[in-house]
Structures are given as structure tokens and as C-alpha cells.
């Protein structure tokens, strides 16, 4: 069975740090799209980063450009989302995500995966003023 299990959220002031870690089991990174969304109630889910297995190529939501940093560890199918600088506005339940399949990242972090992508559970964060 094809699962990921995001962890590493919590509560913070803001100005903080976190890192959310995701580990992927039943599948391998291989040259998919590794990818983190975050949705807080009354909002559209949001893509703010995404990474390409196959090119090395990351994007980034204006709203976290310069504060988040993904990174991957494929030798621990794991994949990570840093956190710097957090603001009130960065309080979401944030997802760990894998396309199916090769995806442009740029495309995959505005919406454009497929119903067959791999969804993890949510990892609350909460960033207070």
C-alpha cells in the first residue's frame, strides 16, 4: 500500500522555525513530483512547493518564496519542508504530496495533479502573533 506520513508540526511564535518531514513507504521518489500543500478553513488548498524528481526543478507560492526550502533524502524516501520565519498567515494543515507520475512542478503546485496522486494525512501548524 502506497502511504505518506507527514509529521513535524506544532505550534510556534512567530518568527520561528519548523521542519515538516514526510516519509513515503510502498513507492520510491523515482522521478514523480514531491510536493507540499497547506489549507486553512474558507480557503482554496495551496500549493507552496514543489519539487521535480526527474529534473531537479523547485517552485515556490510567492507567499513562502525565501522563507520554506524543500528538500528530499530518496535514499529515505523522505521528503522536507523548512520552515523559516513563520508568520500567523502560515497557520494551515499542511499535506505531503506525490504525483503519480512525472508532472511538471510549476503545473503541480496549481492544481493540475491527478485523482490518482498519492495524498499523506495533515500535519497541523500554528503560528501565533
Known amino acids: 500500500e502506497v502511504q505518506l506520513q507527514a509529521s513535524g508540526g506544532g505550534s510556534v511564535q512567530a518568527g520561528g522555525s519548523l521542519r515538516l518531514s514526510c516519509v513515503a513507504s510502498g513507492l520510491t521518489f523515482g522521478d514523480r513530483t514531491i510536493a507540499w500543500f497547506r489549507q486553512t478553513p474558507g480557503k482554496e488548498r495551496e500549493g507552496i512547493s514543489c519539487a521535480s524528481m526527474r529534473d531537479g526543478v523547485t517552485v515556490y507560492a510567492d507567499s513562502v518564496k525565501g522563507r520554506f526550502t524543500i528538500f528530499t533524502d530518496s535514499a529515505r524516501s523522505t521528503a522536507y519542508l523548512q520552515m523559516n520565519s513563520l508568520k500567523p498567515e502560515d497557520t494551515a494543515v499542511y499535506y505531503c504530496?506525490?504525483?503519480?507520475?512525472?508532472?511538471?512542478?510549476?503545473?503541480?503546485?496549481?492544481?493540475?495533479?491527478?485523482?490518482?496522486?498519492?495524498w499523506g494525512k495533515g500535519t497541523l501548524v500554528t503560528v501565533s502573533s
Open positions: 504530496v506525490m504525483s503519480r507520475h512525472p508532472f511538471d512542478p510549476q503545473h503541480f503546485c496549481s492544481g493540475f495533479g491527478s485523482p490518482m496522486d498519492t
